[in-house]
Every structure is written in structure tokens, then in C-alpha cells.
């Protein structure tokens, strides 16, 4: 398989290298090495997650973690020990899910690696992604659209294709998957335009709404998730976001649920931001998760104690997220510093270790997890 390119806008790309620069040139302090890190003895008195995991309201919190088949045996043990569910982080999008990439015949060989490590110890599955236009190969099989536009009926094939992959899927994950990304990132990655992908190309924002309805014909018990990624949360993008859910309210499209990824980049979004933006999902009846939770270390490198100010910063995400009803609980994405997408990933490599997990490089809880921890646990 082609390795998927993961491009980066120019306004991304522009936000970076001013994160970039300012990095090098700025007083910034060499990140301390696990090894010297001064850890409080406070860790001993948070955890694990899913311990205490309910809200007020005696609604169970997802504390999760996103998942790899390749973890070592210590990374699956603290999986295990901490987390109550797990997102693959890659082996079931559509293109990860075929034999050579290729529309037809699916592998479900990672799946069951991944079934019966989550059916072992308890874990619910988030199912990410049925529909997700970026990263061709990954998020959707390489042939795809020339596959369509060679069809009499472009527009009647993509549906055709969409509506068999979905419910191949979710039949074949019955009992193990009940909530689903169902379209993940309908936005470019940088900026409030919507991603222009194969399916936007063929169908517009319809294919958006057919998703969400061949889902929940296939399943009609299953949470089906809208997730997207925001770098901050005021502006055109989020009000862009609030007007498609709307649209999709208005038309009583099948919506449960709204994934707010929450990968912080390139800058810190302002905490009352976040808490504007969640009182709009509360205010229409939306329940929200945040699904891939992780916070570049880059952004606090010119702090004396970056982890700690790193922690400080999700104390707060984390308080404000609690606070609503709404809120079905917390995925991290990078929860071991070890092994996380940022330090493989065009343009943060450039300044790894990102550091952008909870656990270190030796597996210990950083002060990031007692943040969490104090933060989401504290509330029983
Ligand atoms: O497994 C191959 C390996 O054999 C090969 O040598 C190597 C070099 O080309 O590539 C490896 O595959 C990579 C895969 O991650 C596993 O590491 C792919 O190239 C790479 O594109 C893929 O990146 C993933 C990315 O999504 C694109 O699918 C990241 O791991 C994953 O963390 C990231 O996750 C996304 C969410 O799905 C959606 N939200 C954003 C988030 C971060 O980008």
C-alpha cells in the first residue's frame, strides 16, 4: 500500500513553522528526560481511570485509549489496568480493513486481534471510522473514485459502495461495536471549508446525511458519532460545524452523538472557548465525547517544568468537560509518549519527542494523568 500522505494546509503549515520558530528561537528549555523527572508522590493517589468511572447522574464515563494489535505486553497491561474501552487507531478504516487496498474483499484479521483483546478484558469498542475522506488508502481504499467515475451512475455507485461497506461492517462488528465515527472529519484539517473527498466530490454533503442513515438501519441501538478535529473553538469552523449539525437536526438525520477529537497542536484554545462551544452541543440535546484526546509538549516547552504546565492546561480541558451532562467521558490518543502518531507524522516530527501523552517514556504517570485523574475522578 502506497504510504498515505498526511498533508498539511498552508495554513497549517504556516502556524507551524511560527510554533516552529518561535521553539528554536525562544528561550525554550530542552524537554527534562523521564529518566530526571522529579515525579510527585501524588501518583499513587489517582487512578486507575476506570475506577469510579460515573458521572453525577450514575452514567458510566469512557475512559479510553486509542489501541494497536502491536502493543508491547506492558503498554496492553496498562491498557488493561486503565482504560474501560479503546479506539483502533488504524485497523478499521476501510482501507486498513482490505486485502491490498483494494474494494472487495475485507481482512478481518487485525479486527479479531482487536475483538478479543477488548471481549478479554472488558473493554467497549469505539468503531473508527465508516466514512472518512482523508488519507486515501487509510481512510478509504486508493481505487475508490476512479472506481465510481468509471460507473454509468457516479452518484448511485458511491452510495451503492458506502451503503455495502457500513453495513458489512457494523454486521460484522455486532456485539462487539456499538457506537460508531460514522464520518469522521468533514472539514478540511485547516480552516472551515468542508474536506472536498471522493464522497463530497460525488455526492456534496448528502453523503454525510446517507451515512448516518444506512447506520442506523443496519443498527438501530448503535451510538453514531459525528467526530471532528477543531484547533480552537470560536470562528467560522466551529460555527460552520454548528450550522451542519443543525442541518442534520433539522432533518432528524440520526445523530447520537458529537466526537470532539482534541489533538492541541499548534496553539492552546481558550478554555471559555471550549466551554461556549460544549454549552452549544448541551443546549441541542447532543451528547459529546472527547475521542482522541492529546496535547504536543512543544506548546510548553519554553515553561521551566513543561509536563507540569502540560497538565495544568488538561486540568482545566478536563473540568470544563465534566461539567456538562452531557459528556459521555474521554478517548486518549497518544496515551504513551513512547508510541504516539505525532513523532512518526509530518510536520510534528520535526520537533519530537512530542511528549503528548499521560505515561512517559518508562510507562510512568506523568503529571498529565494526575490531571486527568484529580480532574474527571474527583467528581464522584
Ligand atoms: O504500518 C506502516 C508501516 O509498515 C510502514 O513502514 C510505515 C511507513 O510508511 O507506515 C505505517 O503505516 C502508518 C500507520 O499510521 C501506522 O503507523 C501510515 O503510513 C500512517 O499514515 C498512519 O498514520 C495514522 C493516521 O491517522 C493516518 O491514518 C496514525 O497512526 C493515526 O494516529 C492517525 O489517527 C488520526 C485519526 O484516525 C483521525 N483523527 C486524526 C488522527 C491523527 O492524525
Same mark, same amino acid.
Given at each position: 500500500m502506497d504510504n498515505p500522505k498526511f498533508t498539511v494546509p498552508v495554513l497549517a503549515r504556516l502556524k507551524f513553522i511560527r510554533t516552529m520558530v518561535m521553539q528554536?528561537?525562544?528561550?525554550?528549555?530542552?524537554?527534562?528526560? @523521564? &529518566?530526571?523527572y522529579n515525579y510527585s508522590s501524588e501518583e499513587a493517589e489517582y487512578g486507575p481511570f476506570k475506577k469510579n468511572n460515573r458521572d453525577n447522574?450514575?452514567?458510566?464515563?469512557?475512559?479510553?485509549?486509542?489501541?494497536? @494489535? &502491536?502493543f508491547s505486553e506492558e503498554e496492553k497491561k496498562i491498557f488493561i489496568k486503565e482504560f474501560n474501552s479503546l479506539t483502533p487507531e488504524n485497523y478499521m478504516k476501510w482501507g486498513m480493513l482490505l486485502k491490498n487496498n483494494r474494494l472487495g474483499e475485507y481482512d478481518f484479521s487485525n479486527l479479531e486481534k482487536i475483538e478479543s483483546f477488548a471481549s478479554e478484558n472488558g473493554l467497549n469498542i469505539r468503531g473508527h471510522a465508516l466514512i472518512w475522506g482523508k488519507v486515501p488508502g487509510m481512510g478509504y481504499p486508493v481505487d475508490l473514485y476512479e472506481k465510481v467515475l468509471s460507473?454509468?451512475?457516479p452518484r448511485k455507485r458511491m452510495i451503492e459502495i458506502m451503503d455495502n461497506h457500513i453495513s458489512i461492517i457494523i454486521n460484522r462488528c455486532r456485539g462487539s461495536v456499538s457506537e460508531w465515527d460514522v464520518v469522521n472529519e468533514p472539514f478540511e484539517l485547516s480552516g472551515s471549508k468542508f474536506d472536498v473527498n471522493p464522497f463530497y466530490r460525488i455526492l456534496g454533503l448528502d453523503y454525510i446525511k446517507q451515512s448516518f442513515w444506512t447506520a442506523r438501519s443496519i443498527d438501530p441501538d448503535a451510538i453514531l458519532v459525528l467526530n471532528e478535529q477543531f484547533d480552537d473553538y470560536k470562528g467560522t469552523r466551529i460555527n460552520r460545524f454548528l450550522d451542519l449539525i443543525d442541518r442534520m437536526l433539522e432533518e432528524h438525520v440520526p445523530l447520537d452523538r458529537i466526537g470532539v477529537q482534541s489533538?492541541?497542536?499548534?496553539?492552546?484554545?481558550?478554555?471559555?472557548?471550549?466551554?461556549?462551544?460544549?454549552?452549544?452541543l448541551q443546549e441541542r440535546g447532543l451528547q459529546f465525547e472527547i475521542t482522541e484526546f492529546d496535547i504536543r509538549i512543544g506548546l510548553f516547552i519554553r515553561s521551566d517544568d513543561p509536563f507540569m504546565v502540560q497538565a495544568n492546561y488538561i486540568k482545566d480541558f478536563c473540568q470544563v468537560c465534566r461539567d456538562f451532562p452531557n459528556f459521555r467521558g474521554i478517548t486518549f490518543w497518544s496515551q504513551f509518549d513512547s508510541r504516539n502518531w505525532m513523532d512518526n507524522s509530518m510536520p510534528f516530527s520535526l520537533l519530537s519527542p512530542n511528549a503528548p501523552g499521560l505515561f512517559d517514556t518508562l510507562y510512568r504517570k506523568k503529571p498529565a494523568y494526575i490531571a486527568v485523574a484529580s480532574s474527571l475522578l474527583n467528581k464522584q
Open positions: 528554536k528561537l525562544g528561550d525554550s528549555k530542552k524537554l527534562t528526560e @523521564p &529518566e530526571t447522574s450514575g452514567n458510566k464515563l469512557i475512559f479510553g485509549g486509542a489501541y494497536d @494489535p &502491536e460507473d454509468l451512475n489533538h492541541i497542536l499548534f496553539t492552546k484554545p481558550a478554555i471559555h472557548d471550549l466551554y461556549n462551544f460544549l454549552k452549544q
